[in-house]
């Protein structure tokens, strides 16, 4: 039983019926009240009713007189003992429950019972009944309506998510197409830069074809003239010096032929002090114009697997890069030495600087293809860039450690060759 607990006491609410009756048994005082009424005896026998009452049931009178409204509740029982607890407490209160008519309807009411006087010291209950079914359709409606609105705002919200991400992802696609676009233009740039540098390898290897005939002369002559004159000759040491400086030249142009050679990728055994040592012809011409030292500390090394005219062609870019850090001179010392990480031999080759360093904004970028921090016409950027490539290439790491007004140091660590490598 669904008490709703609306209270009320005997002295709030009396009956005004005097116990008369029309011909269908229907009490005279209740007949012009529109709500459904019905009076009850103590023990909860029905002595009258109105016709709202009789319609709710859809019945006649002689279907419901007399007879105990707890045989028409449809849903908890209608008992006597809580209508003697009523008479004890001399309370009114409002339940909940469900009318079956003549017809086996059941029918939503709320039911307010109270004690009341019945005249002439009878004592009887006066119940007045609200029907429930429109209000039930109404929250029912309601329900339906509070379900299909969480529907679309659910709805709503999911297509709001699915916007926001469409355009989550059209963003990162832009950003995507807008690196990619980048990535392009610089892959264009650096072709065509490498073009240039093919075409001034190239150039560079017809001078070097035709530098040699003159100078062949000039050798073969200078040579000639020394074996012709007694070495206490007066002019003995000039000539002399116009041979050495031949041959020498003849030596640079010689390894300038080999360093411009386009070569197909190769894999032979490598020993990089050989390298370093091959190298300084270019590096000491390179580094003759300044007031760079070059000191070389070589260990020994374990031989590596790779091209020789490569990793040369990284020795020369690191020196040139460290050239142009000590505008003012400096020292620059190459050294190389055996290296074990992780279980493994390395062969490990250092080049430190006496510079002016790395900026620490700039040292995230030295590695990427024509970045520099060179004036227009004094370097592309791509040394780091294909030295980079090329210790990749080899399957070892570049590294660099550097503070800003104290130059910096660049290790290269290759993993050494395995026996047979090369061969």
Do not use: W
């Not at 031989?303 to 890069?321: D, K, W």
């Amino acid at each position: 039983m669904n008490i709703i607990s609306k209270r009320t006491s005997l002295s709030e609410r009396r009956s005004g019926t005097t116990g008369g009756k029309d011909k269908h048994g229907i009490a005279a005082p209740i007949c012009s009240i529109n709500a459904p009424i019905a009076i009850l005896s103590r023990d909860g026998i029905i002595t009258a009713v109105n016709q709202p009452f009789l319609d709710l049931l859809s019945a006649q009178a002689h279907d419901v007189m007399a007879r105990p409204l707890e045989g028409f509740v449809g849903t908890e029982p209608f008992s006597a003992s809580f209508l003697s607890r009523l008479l004890k407490e001399r309370c009114s209160t409002d339940i909940r429950i469900s009318l079956t008519g003549t017809t086996g309807e059941d029918v939503p009411v709320t039911l307010s019972v109270a004690p009341t006087d019945g005249g002439a010291g009878r004592t009887a209950f006066i119940c007045t009944a609200t029907d429930l079914r429109a209000r039930i359709g109404l929250e029912r409606s309601l329900d339906a309506s509070d379900k299909e609105l969480s529907r679309r705002v659910a709805y709503i919200d999911d297509f709001r998510s699915g916007v926001l991400h469409m355009l989550r992802d059209i963003d990162s696609g832009e950003a995507a197409l807008e690196a990619a676009y980048r990535q392009l233009q610089e892959a264009q740039a650096e072709l065509m830069q490498t073009g240039k540098l093919t075409a001034l390898g190239e150039l560079a290897a017809s001078l070097a074809h035709e530098l040699n005939q003159p100078l062949t002369v000039i050798k073969g002559l200078s040579q000639s003239i020394m074996q012709s004159m007694r070495v206490e000759a007066r002019d003995y040491e000039r000539v002399k010096l116009i041979t050495d400086a031949s041959r020498k030249m003849e030596l640079i142009i010689k390894h300038l032929s080999v360093f411009t050679r386009i070569e197909p990728p190769e894999t032979k055994l490598v020993d990089l002090n050989g390298v370093i040592e091959e190298a300084r012809i270019i590096v000491g011409q390179l580094l003759a114009g300044g007031s760079v030292k070059l000191d070389l500390d070589l260990g020994a090394p374990p031989p590596v697997s790779g091209s020789a005219n490569r990793l040369e062609q990284v020795i020369i870019n690191l020196v040139t890069n460290a050239k142009d850090a000590m505008p003012d001179g400096g020292t620059l010392r190459i050294s190389t030495a055996t290296e074990e990480k992780d279980g493994r031999t390395y062969a490990r080759m250092s080049f430190q600087d006496t510079g002016h360093g790395i900026p620490a904004d700039v040292l995230p970028r030295i590695f990427n293809p024509f970045f520099t921090t060179k004036e227009v016409g004094k370097g592309t950027g791509l040394g780091l860039s294909i030295s980079h490539r090329i210790i990749k290439e080899h399957s070892g790491e570049i590294a660099v450690e550097t503070e800003p007004g104290k130059g910096c140091v660049f290790h290269i660590t290759l993993p050494a060759a395995s026996r047979g490598a090369g061969a």
